[in-house]
């Protein structure tokens, strides 16, 4: 059974940095695409920053500049280096992949989510 499993939030004075991680456990035969979201309260889930197998990063514009995704394929694990955070970045953030679970079938997985406060 495949999981992912995110770590790396937390409390964060405006200015500083955050590298959250989330690693794919389980039986899997390749990465499609690995990103993340996240979830303030009382707001939507909005896309944060994906990465796509050989294809380009995206970035949300109100992360651009600031957050960068990364990815050790080798460890299934996926990365969001986060710079120069400010309070509206607060938000709980999830990881998010579509994995293939078999050679021909692939499926969206979701993490558990990460809380991430950026507070003086």
């Known amino acids: 059974q495949v999981q992912l499993v995110e770590s790396g939030g937390g409390l964060v004075q405006p200015g500083g940095s955050l590298k959250l991680s989330c690693a794919a456990s389980g039986i899997i035969f390749g990465i499609i695409r690995m990103g993340w979201y996240r979830q303030a309260p009382g707001k939507q889930r909005e896309l944060v920053a994906s990465d796509t197998s050989g294809g380009s990063p995206y970035y949300a514009d109100f992360v651009k500049g600031r957050f960068t995704i990364s990815r050790d394929n080798a460890k299934n694990t996926v990365y969001l280096q986060m710079n120069s955070l400010k309070p509206e970045d607060t938000a709980v953030y999830y990881c998010?992949?579509?994995?293939?679970?078999?050679?021909?079938?692939?499926?969206?997985?979701w993490g558990q989510g990460t809380q991430v406060t950026v507070s003086a």
């Open positions: 998010t992949a579509v994995l293939k679970t078999t050679p021909t079938l692939s499926y969206d997985f």
